[in-house]
């Protein structure tokens, strides 16, 4: 069915244990970009298939950071990471500020915000995903 599952729990909740990342393709951009976002512990990873849905990419990621200062540098390494693999340069938009920086990587649009920012704008529900989701 949607490989695209949100991370249990409410958007408040403090980390606890390791949650599983959504299922990505081995050595493609995509597990590339979750294994990044992983690795600096992000929070409640989102990965939303955009096939059939739009053209923009075939994934978009939203996930969290706990302040402007890991988002920034999330957003940083993982513009990094996506040029070490080998998939070209990623743009990146809203650095300074980092309350939401985009991250566009080609075939995966990747945002990260300030949980206050991401519960405002809640692109899931945009998207069409997560309908269940209520502020938090």
Sequence with gaps: MNSAQ?????????????????HAEA????????????????????????EGKSSIADHMVIASGRSTRQV????????????????????????????WVLIDGGDVVVHLFRPEVRSFYNLERMWGFGDGAGAA
Excluded: N, Y
């Design 72 to 99: 920034a540098a999330m957003a940083q390494k993982l513009a990094e990471r996506i040029k070490a693999g080998g998939f070209g340069h990623a743009r990146i938009e809203g650095l300074p500020a980092a309350d």
């Design 6 to 22: 949100p991370q249990p729990g409410p958007a408040s909740a403090a980390p606890g244990p390791a949650t599983p990342l959504p």
């Design 27 to 50: 050595g493609t951009l995509h597990a590339l970009v979750l294994q990044s976002l992983d690795d600096d512990q992000a929070q409640e990873i989102v990965s939303i298939p955009l």
